[in-house]
């Protein structure tokens, strides 16, 4: 099977499975566009530093096998910071080591492995404060610890995550359970029975600061294991060589797999800055527990602000719909809307981590700007998995401006559960009146609407100063660079992280005008499961609180 061939497949299970026309097909926003006027100077917003905080960000690969996916992969994600080390061409010593603070080990071969003496990694780390990545296999062999290779059958194998260490485990929570294998099938739907794991036998050992993360949730074998040093060095081993799919991509995260989409991600934190705010969703809730959850928000103890949740009523099929609302209600006004089509369910997770990350009251001062969130638009799309409401109307076409004229994009007829169904008359929808009422609330200085769809994000919008939208854009690139590897659907190749097209920049469409910044945005998702949902809750967050910080500086 091809490649092209396995993700029809693969998406046509999906689709079957939730019934929808297409989840390849996403809808942007309305975004009302008008000709580019005069603006006033804008503040322009300080980039946010990034967290790296080694002294010397210079990587060095140590392998017997120079140039693998996973040297390729890190020269992606770290371009012009990755030096390698052929075992075959001489040991590694403390001076070949010297210069550097960041390691990255990998034997692949059994037969290479008396290549690499690992004391001198380990010794490296404990006397300079390095930060070391090393594969299983020749961690355990430099640890004396018995080292596995486990076949998992048709068992889509995960990894609990035991203990939380501040950097690597960022985006996870003890208690966690990660999709954490090797395919090496060439189909990954339905399960075939081709699924492996490499574990360590091993326990924490205090006197040599060794700690175990994560285990196997089937056989309780160790898959993180960390040492750490008095002089701030880190060792973090883990299976580095275990590709996400033999076949299909040899180990980079590609979008639909969930094997090993977190490979790079306690690497990335340990060597500087991967995750931010993004959490790990174990399993996708239902709508009555994500009601609960919102409804925690009223009573947390700790946050920066008292929060009102309010039910703007029923949705089309009847379940409450709730709004967070904090800070300060006559001030200037933030508006965030997700999930208006069901099937983008991701952006719920991305929007309540967004509200978590502003209640910790550093983002926007909340005594002088008001925020309303209604993170779950459209319940009875998400519960369903489909992009429509109850009545088989696309919400995102239901207000449209041009409404009258609007024909739909896909269908020969216009009729309910079509792609894009536009509804019997405009603002039919319950969901489109509530949405009409936030636009009727006092000081709006912006609306934010968070799509999602299968391939790279982007974003769009209008406001008063379109330059103001254009900084946001250069902004979150900058703030997402060297942090996230990404291979989307057909690419050849992965690629990293960023925002593929942005108000101002060259070649997209120049943002419009209007009294208010309105952004809509197309987060990664529509994904089968929740193995991605550390990156898309990250990107959620990363946009909406970049957004968010940057227009209220731009009024001050
Ligand atoms: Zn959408």
């Not at 991305?350 to 005594?367: I, P, S």
């Amino acid at each position: 099977m091809t490649r092209r061939e396995f993700l029809r497949r693969a998406f046509g299970v999906a689709a079957s499975l939730s019934g929808l026309p297409s989840l390849l097909a996403a809808g942007g926003a309305e975004s009302p566009r008008s000709s580019k006027g005069d603006s006033p100077p804008m503040t322009v917003p300080a980039l946010s530093p990034q967290p790296a905080d080694a002294p010397d960000p210079r990587i060095l690969v140590v392998s017997d096998s120079p140039d693998y996916y996973s040297t390729r992969d890190l020269r992606l994600l770290y371009p012009d910071l990755v030096d390698e080390h052929d075992l075959h061409k001489g040991p590694v010593t403390p001076a070949l080591l010297a210069p550097y603070r960041r390691l990255w080990t990998l034997i692949r071969r059994a037969e290479d492995a008396h290549l690499l003496d690992y004391q001198v990694i380990r010794d490296h780390a404990r006397r300079t404060g390095a930060r070391v990545v090393s594969h299983l296999f020749e961690y355990a062999r430099g640890s004396d610890l018995e080292f596995r290779f486990r076949n998992a059958a048709s068992t889509r194998h995960k990894l609990r995550v035991v203990a939380a260490s501040d950097p690597c485990t960022r985006g996870f929570s003890v208690g966690d359970e990660v999709y954490w294998y090797r395919n090496s099938s060439d189909i990954d739907e339905p399960p075939v029975g081709h699924y492996a794991y490499r574990e360590v036998v091993c326990g924490d050992d205090p006197a040599a600061g060794r700690r175990v993360l994560a285990r196997s949730t089937i056989t309780g074998g160790a898959m993180w294991i960390e040492e750490r040093f008095p002089s701030g060095g880190v060792i973090l081993a883990y299976d580095l060589f275990s590709p996400l799919s033999l076949v299909h991509t040899q180990g980079d995260p590609w979008i639909l797999d969930r094997g090993t989409f977190a490979k790079y991600l306690p690497a990335g934190n340990l060597f500087g800055g991967t995750v931010r705010y993004g959490r790990y969703q174990t399993r996708k809730l239902s709508v009555e527990e994500l009601l609960d959850l919102i409804r925690s928000f009223a009573t947390r103890p700790g946050l920066a602000a008292k929060v009102e949740v309010r039910d703007e009523g029923p949705s089309s099929e009847g379940t409450p719909i709730l709004s967070l609302r904090f800070g300060n209600d006559q001030g200037p006004r933030f508006q965030l809307v997700s999930v208006k089509h069901g099937m983008e369910w991701e952006n719920v997770y991305g929007t309540l981590v967004t509200v978590q990350a502003l209640l910790k009251g550093d983002v926007l001062d909340l005594e002088r700007f008001c925020v309303v969130v209604i993170p779950l638009l459209n319940p009875f799309g998400y519960r369903h998995g489909c992009r429509h409401n109850a009545n088989g109307v696309d919400l995102n076409r239901n207000l449209y401006r041009n409404w009258d004229r609007f024909r739909g994009w896909t269908d020969e007829i216009s009729e309910p559960w079509i792609f894009d169904y536009k509804g019997p008359a405009r603002g039919s929808e319950p969901e489109s009146q509530i949405e009409l009422r936030l636009r009727d609330e006092p000081n709006r200085l912006c609306y934010l609407d968070a799509h999602m769809m299968a391939g790279a994000p982007i974003l769009g919008g209008s406001g008063p100063n379109p330059d103001v939208l254009t900084r946001l854009g250069q902004q979150i690139v900058a703030n997402l660079k060297n942090r996230y590897l990404i291979r989307y659907l057909d690419d050849p190749s992965p690629r990293q992280l960023a925002l593929e097209s942005y108000p101002g920049q060259p070649g997209a469409e120049p943002s419009g005008q209007s009294p208010v910044y309105s952004i809509w945005y197309e987060n990664i998702g529509q994904l089968p499961d929740v193995h991605a949902t550390v990156l898309q809750t990250d990107l959620a967050a990363e946009i909406n609180l970049t957004a968010m910080r940057g227009i209220a500086e731009s009024v001050t």
